[in-house]
């Protein structure tokens, strides 16, 4: 299954898509993850993408379809893969049709914007290996401590309330257009994101048709 997943930044489809990865036993390609990691390295695209990150806007869609290509060409994905957060434009879309990926279905995760903004404050960091906590739906065992390495925790400089705006303005704009383009092939389906992370997990199992 060629599946790719679209909503807003912290809908939550990552965590979906880790969910539908483990019972797919597919990997799940999420650019976000390979753009923080190479920020983290302080490698070339790190060092290219790192500002357009941190002011909640895109990074240029050449640099995602450079990762994407990659990616895709390794043999892990000839089975099957998951986009987490990728294509986030229409001409990122456009460039997965042109590389002749077959898209199956494209899960879109629907949650409001002041649902998010909340969501967000909560979200905590570690600058060291990259896990991800949240104050009240995934606190660290140790307050404050990432429970993998020990690093103090932080909250990501994209996770700030203005930045989360600005983020959310640009999903509006620049990534909702996905919806009509997968849409009008007959491969969109949308979830309503629950309160409950276990909720939302069944409906997109339900959405893929997988069983539990
Ligand atoms: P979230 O889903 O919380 O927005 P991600 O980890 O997916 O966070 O992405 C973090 C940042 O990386 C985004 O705000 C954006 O700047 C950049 N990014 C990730 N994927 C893409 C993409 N497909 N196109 C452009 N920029 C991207």
Do not use: W
């Not at 983290?40 to 994407?68: H, Y």
Request: with cysteine; aromatic share 4%; proline share 5%.
């Amino acid at each position: 299954m060629k599946l790719i997943f679209l909503g807003a930044p912290g809908a939550g489809k990552g965590t979906q898509a880790e969910n539908v990865q483990q019972k797919l036993n597919i990997p799940a390609i999420s650019t976000g993850n390979i753009l923080k990691e190479a920020v983290r390295n302080q490698t070339p695209l790190g060092l290219q993408a790192k500002g357009f990150m941190d002011a909640g806007q895109l990074v240029p869609d050449e640099l995602i379809i450079g990762i994407i290509k990659e990616r895709l060409s390794r043999a892990d994905c000839e089975k099957g893969f998951i986009l987490d957060g990728v294509p986030r434009t229409v001409a990122q879309a456009e460039a997965l049709d042109a590389m002749g990926v077959t898209i199956d279905r494209v899960v879109n995760i629907e949650v409001p914007d002041e649902t998010i903004i909340v969501r967000m404050a909560g979200r905590r960091a570690c600058p060291s290996c990259g896990a991800t906590y949240h104050l009240d739906f995934k606190p660290p065992a140790v307050e404050g401590i990432c429970d993998k390495c020990g690093t103090a925790l932080i909250q990501r400089s994209d996770d700030h309330p203005d930045t989360v705006k600005e983020r959310l303005k640009v999903y509006h704009i620049q990534t909702q257009p996905l919806e009509d383009y997968y849409g009008k092939k007959g491969i969109l389906t949308t979830v309503v994101g629950q309160q409950e992370l276990s909720d939302t997990t069944r409906l997109t199992f339900k959405a893929l048709g997988i069983s539990e």
